[in-house]
């Protein structure tokens, strides 16, 4: 009897098991449930798999070219380096998922998800632009995949519509992952509609636009999966104005996403210094400033 009181006293506090007369019987263990795979890397060989699929893990990218092959052109001026959307889409997607990008240009994005199996939609404001992009996009060969950019305002509800009826007509509802490379406030002009970011008349209006890009189209992603947002800091009446960090913080505000990293890519081949380093090393040091030689990509997860 005094056995079985020590007995009972020592399991009575055990969250894991019952006691049933005399008879302990183990309370069976759940399973956790199974968290979803969010792209093709096998992880029981992740070594070889991020050496032979180049896959960066550290948080600064240093890259001496911009990547050429397949249709990426860099003759639009503003156009971000494809390594950028193939990092993005090892890491946060699989064969076969869609990609949003709703500021498309001339298309890198989508040239670069036809090249590894992903669909993709693209917007982008100025039309001759997205006529340059789906010609490029078309001749990037690839009949598994959907890739198509659209002529749209990503502020405007009626932009997202024709997104939607885009996937409905695939049978989708939901994006795996969304691409952000708006204009850098006013560095480049990219048009003359007033509706361009790129014209906005104020930073704090830039950054309101941009906000209002992110809710338009945030339901349009999976919950859990990933958005990226690629963006530069700017000078502005002689002051350095940490653009990329206030547009980080315009995203988090929503409460629709979580930060999950920064990473700090260089700059190379920029055009708009091309053929005048030493004008651009002679304002430097004469205003003292320094050249910007680094934009930032945010990594955002749904929440």
């Not at 405007?156 to 997104?163: H, N």
């Not at 490379?181 to 830039?206: C, E, K, M, T, V």
């Amino acid at each position: 009897m005094y056995f079985l009181s020590v007995a009972v006293k020592s399991l009575k506090d055990d969250d894991n098991i019952r006691l049933m007369g005399f008879r302990v019987i183990p309370t069976p263990k759940r399973d956790k449930p199974r968290r979803k795979r969010i792209n093709d890397i096998n992880l029981s060989n992740w070594k070889r798999e991020i050496k032979e699929k180049e896959i960066i893990l550290k948080s600064l990218w240093i890259f001496p070219s911009r990547e050429k092959s397949g249709e990426h052109t860099n003759e639009y001026w503003g156009n971000f380096i494809p390594q950028i959307v193939y990092q993005a889409l090892m890491r946060y997607t699989k064969k076969g998922d869609w990609v949003l990008d709703l500021f498309a240009g001339e298309g890198t994005s989508l040239i670069e998800c036809k090249r590894w199996d992903r669909n993709a939609v693209g917007v982008e404001l100025v039309p001759q632009v997205v006529a340059r992009a789906n010609q490029l996009t078309k001749v990037q060969k690839n009949p598994r995949v959907f890739a198509k950019t659209i002529v749209g305002d990503s502020t405007s509800i009626s932009a997202r519509r024709r997104v939607e009826t885009i996937l409905a007509a695939h049978n989708i509802t939901q994006v795996q992952l969304i691409i952000l490379h708006p204009p850098y406030y006013d560095i480049i002009r990219f048009s003359g509609d007033p509706r361009d970011l790129s014209n906005a008349p104020s930073i704090p209006i830039f950054l309101k636009k941009l906000k209002r890009v992110v809710r338009n189209f945030a339901d349009l992603l999976e919950e859990g999966r990933y958005m990226i947002l690629v963006m530069g800091d700017v000078y502005s009446k002689g002051e350095c104005v940490p653009l990329g960090f206030m547009a980080m913080d315009e995203i988090r505000s929503t409460g629709k996403f979580r930060l999950k990293a920064i990473i700090i890519k260089n700059i190379t081949n920029n055009r708009g210094k091309f053929g005048r380093e030493r004008l651009w090393e002679y304002r430097a040091l004469k205003n003292g400033f320094y050249i910007f030689e680094h934009e930032y990509i945010f990594v955002f997860q749904k929440v």
